[in-house]
């Protein structure tokens, strides 16, 4: 395998989804809930990664080579999910992601929201 994010399109990475779910004949399970609670779980699996870690325990963990491939497959189940159900209800993901975000720019305007880690509403209320 010599895919890496400078030559793979995600176009790409939705149709080798597309292929290993067809070749499984998994389409069948996969309705708009179940492919949600699939996300969710796979997030779920890459928070165990970190449960009652402290940040020094993750500091390390994230440099331990087997370690860091782990959390990397996880993310990778992540994006599988995210990308299944973008092509299932046929989101262009590419262009979904850069609306969305505008609109986290715009709710997080530079001036003030940088190097500040208050919710977007919270900003909101200061601007009060
Ligand atoms: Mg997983």
Same mark, same amino acid.
């Given at each position: 395998?010599?895919?890496?994010?400078?030559t793979?399109?995600?176009?790409?990475?939705?149709e080798?989804i597309?292929?290993? /779910?067809?070749?499984?004949?998994?389409?069948?399970?996969h309705?708009?809930?179940?492919? @949600?609670?699939?996300?969710? /779980?796979?997030?779920?699996?890459?928070?165990?990664?970190?449960?009652?870690?402290? =940040? @020094?325990?993750?500091?390390?963990?994230?440099?331990?080579?087997?370690?860091?491939?782990?959390?990397?497959?996880?993310? @990778?189940?992540?994006?599988?999910? /995210?990308?299944?159900?973008?092509?299932?209800?046929?989101?262009?993901?590419?262009?979904?992601?850069? =609306?969305?975000?505008?609109?986290?720019? @715009?709710?997080?305007?530079?001036?003030?929201?940088?190097?500040?880690?208050?919710?977007?509403?919270?900003?909101?209320?200061?601007?009060?």
């Amino acid at each position: 395998m010599n895919t890496t994010d400078q030559t793979c399109t995600i176009a790409q990475l939705k149709e080798q989804i597309r292929n290993f /779910v067809k070749e499984r004949d998994w389409e069948q399970f996969h309705t708009p809930k179940d492919l @949600a609670i699939g996300l969710s /779980v796979e997030a779920a699996e890459l928070l165990e990664h970190f449960r009652f870690q402290s =940040e @020094a325990d993750i500091a390390a963990r994230l440099k331990d080579e087997a370690s860091l491939k782990d959390i990397g497959h996880e993310l @990778a189940d992540i994006l599988y999910f /995210v990308l299944l159900m973008s092509d299932r209800f046929g989101l262009d993901t590419a262009s979904t992601f850069e =609306e969305k975000l505008k609109i986290s720019a @715009a709710r997080y305007p530079i001036a003030e929201a940088r190097g500040k880690n208050l919710k977007y509403t919270e900003l909101e209320q200061e601007r009060e």
